[in-house]
């Protein structure tokens, strides 16, 4: 097991789930000595098809006129961060 006094490198990499397994689709590019643990935090990756999917989804429920709306408040950037208040 790894010495617990040298402070290992934090690395992100993609990883795909296979048979049971994290595989990385990488190179990970940093030693991690055999028997290390290490803490794993999953989040999924989307695809295009799901992003595609949640932007056509964005007007559903609203009227034509709510639609029409929300889309002069974007055209509009001197409208677009009034009554905010950022400190």
Do not use: H, W
Request: glycine share 4%; net charge negative; with cysteine.
């Amino acid at each position: 097991m790894a010495n617990t006094k040298e402070k290992m490198q934090e690395k992100t990499c993609e990883a795909i789930f296979e048979k049971g397994v994290f595989r990385p689709l990488s190179s990970l590019e940093i030693v991690i000595p055999e028997g290390q643990r290490v803490k794993l935090i999953v989040e999924p990756i989307e695809f295009p098809d799901n992003i595609l999917k949640q932007a056509t989804s964005v007007y559903d429920g609203l009227s034509e006129e709510q639609i029409n709306e929300i889309e002069q408040i974007i055209l509009s950037r001197e409208n677009f961060f009034k009554g905010r208040n950022y400190k």
